[in-house]
């Protein structure tokens, strides 16, 4: 199957600082990728697509100069959560595209636990 | 537009009790559809599909039927487990959006007792 793993798996960083989190494809060449954010008990909130080699495209709501989306490679995607504030905090996870036949399916990475202070 | 409503939880079963999520979606055309799951801790892992009216989507002892008539995927289990206890997300694709817009219940908890 196909896997998505992220990194790390869960910060602790004080506000003002900025944190990167890595989204990787193990076994597979993710074209695109998803990053969601989770609030305690609610739903994904889809933040932006990050598509390889291009700019990631940003959800109503979602700052792009706050959450920084790279995909430099098929197999690599990162957020960045720049000058991170306490309301940041929350659970990250991102999910990579398969287009192999049909319907698309998402995998989805183990998530990336932010921890503002 | 396009939106998934799932049953309120947390539900609280017995172990090998049965297991009925409801899930009805508004959509126009055939979607498909999804359950995920979460365990604690963890990402989503996909846990069944169905991609048209009629499809029954199965894995690991859960089902779900596509029901075009009544907009439902409803999720089953005949007998759970304490291990089945996560958080289960009903989610649709709209069609011709090549999976970039998939939307998400706000998910069921689901607590199962020894």
């Known amino acids: 199957g196909a896997v998505v793993s992220q990194h790390p798996s869960w910060v602790i960083c004080k506000s003002g600082t900025s944190v990167k989190i890595e989204c990787r494809s193990l076994d597979f060449q993710a074209t695109t990728m998803f990053w969601y954010r989770q609030f305690p008990k609610q739903s994904l909130m889809l933040m932006a697509t990050s598509n390889e080699g291009s700019k990631a495209t940003y959800e109503q709501g979602v700052e792009k100069d706050k959450f920084l989306i790279n995909h430099a490679s098929l197999t690599l995607s990162t957020l960045t959560v720049t000058s991170a504030h306490p309301e940041d905090s929350s659970f990250y996870i991102c999910?990579?595209?398969?287009?192999?036949?049909?319907?698309?399916?998402?995998?989805f990475g183990p998530g990336t636990r932010l921890t503002v202070t | 537009g396009n939106s998934v409503t799932q049953m309120e939880g947390p539900v609280t079963l017995s172990e090998e009790a049965f297991l009925t999520i409801n899930c009805t979606y508004t959509?126009?055309?055939?979607?498909?559809l999804f359950w995920y799951v979460q365990y604690p801790g963890e990402g989503l892992q996909l846990l069944l599909k169905a991609t048209k009216a009629d499809d029954k989507g199965s894995n690991k002892g859960f089902e779900a039927t596509y029901r075009k008539e009544t907009t439902s995927f409803h999720l089953e289990k005949g007998s759970v487990q304490v291990s089945d206890s996560a958080v289960y997300f009903c989610a649709l694709s709209p069609p011709n959006t090549g999976g970039f817009k998939t939307i998400f219940g706000a998910g069921t908890r689901l607590f199962v007792k020894a």
């Open positions: 999910s990579a595209r398969v287009a192999r036949g049909l319907p698309y399916e998402q995998y």
């Open positions: 959509a126009t055309g055939y979607p498909s």
